[in-house]
């Protein structure tokens, strides 16, 4: 996973609440057992509807999703997760998220801010009206903010997953922090004892 420090680009405005991890990625692309390729099955029951969101060109290359209160609720898969940034996405900004989507989120490397509900309206307003809106997300600062918009809004993020993020930890990468302590411990145990690797 790569540290994350700043967050910075034109978002697209989902105004849609209650997104679950089926709409997220629809069952019949959960076949695949790596985790790229997901991206062209992001919301791909709605991408059928040449209007959604996501088929506007102004919001090609958008690196920021925001979207309406309860995103990522439902399902445990991590494929949601993987299908948002192998699109390109690498923040999800909702007034409230999934826990376990969130969860999913900060151990792969895409970063879910949590802002209150008129913040979360008041960006997905201003990027309607102007695409090309730019939004920093500050993971250090724990902030947001659209300064040409006249936002700027703080998030919480505890400082466990802020030191996750920020050193591009994730669970194998948090592991190996203690990599001489394993191999201490590996090296003093009995011969007949199975061993790692």
Sequence with gaps: MEPIRVVSGTAVPLDRSDVDTDQIIPSDWLKKVERTGFGKGLFSEWRDERDFVLNRPEHA??????????????????????????????????????????????????????????????LLEAVAADPTLEITVDVERRQVSAPAAGIESDFPLDPFTQHRLLNGLDDIGLTMQHETDIARHEGARAAWLPALG
């Design 61 to 122: 290359g958008a690196t920021i999703l925001i979207a309406g209160p309860n995103f990522g609720t439902g399902s445990s898969r991590e494929h949601a997760v993987w299908a948002l940034m192998d699109y390109g996405f690498q923040a999800v900004i909702s007034p409230r998220f999934g826990d376990i989507f969130r969860n999913n989120c900060t151990k792969a490397g895409l970063l879910p801010v949590q802002v209150s509900g008129e913040v979360g309206r008041r």
